[in-house]
C-alpha cells in the first residue's frame, strides 16, 4: 500500500477524508501539500529519500484525478532521472493501492517548507521538469546532507536487489 499524506489544508481543497495508516514503511510513504508559484501546484515528498514531484492541472475536488497523474509523472520523472524501468514498475506494483491519510511527520513537513522556500526563490522560466530536476539535487540534512534523487536511488536499488 502506497500512502499520500495530505496537508489540512489539501484535504479540504480535495474534499477527502483521510484514513487512519498505521506501521507504513516510509518507504512507501510520501507528504503532499498545496504550493502557489504564479497558479496551483501540488507538492509530494517522499518520507525517506526526500525526493519531490511537483504537478499542476489539478482543481480543488479532484482528488482521484490527482493520484491517477501521481503515478504517471513519478514513473515518467525516475524515467527521465535514468531509473530502470523495471524497477519503477517494480515499486509502483508493491505501492498497490493508494490510500489518502494525514500528514504524520513534522521533519518531512519541514522539508516541504523549504522545497517551498527554493521554489519561490528560483527562475519562473523553469519546466516542471526542469524545477523537479533542480529539487532533487538540493541536499537536506535529515538526509545526511545528501541529494534525493540519489537516496531514492540507492534506496530503490537496494530495496530490489
Same mark, same amino acid.
Given at each position: 500500500m502506497l500512502v499520500l499524506r495530505y496537508t489540512q489544508k489539501l484535504l479540504k481543497d480535495m474534499k477527502v477524508a483521510p484514513v487512519e495508516v498505521e506501521d507504513i514503511s516510509s518507504f512507501f510513504s510520501w507528504h503532499v501539500n498545496i504550493m502557489q508559484l504564479r497558479k496551483k501546484h501540488i507538492l509530494f515528498v517522499h518520507d525517506?529519500?526526500? $525526493?519531490?514531484? $511537483? $504537478?499542476d492541472g489539478i482543481r480543488s475536488g479532484q482528488a482521484d484525478k490527482l493520484v491517477e497523474k501521481f503515478r504517471i509523472e513519478l514513473k515518467e520523472y525516475l524515467l527521465q532521472e535514468g531509473f530502470k524501468k523495471q524497477l519503477i514498475n517494480q515499486y509502483l506494483l508493491e505501492a498497490g493501492e493508494i490510500t489518502i491519510s494525514r500528514t504524520n511527520n513534522k521533519s518531512v513537513l519541514g522539508t516541504m517548507n523549504e522545497i517551498t522556500l527554493y521554489n519561490s526563490a528560483a527562475q519562473s522560466d523553469f519546466s516542471l521538469l526542469e524545477r523537479n530536476k533542480w529539487l532533487n539535487t538540493i541536499i537536506y540534512k535529515p538526509i545526511d546532507y545528501k541529494e534525493p534523487i540519489n537516496v531514492f536511488r540507492e534506496s530503490l536499488n537496494s530495496y530490489y536487489s
Open positions: 525517506a529519500s526526500r $525526493l519531490c514531484i $511537483l $504537478l
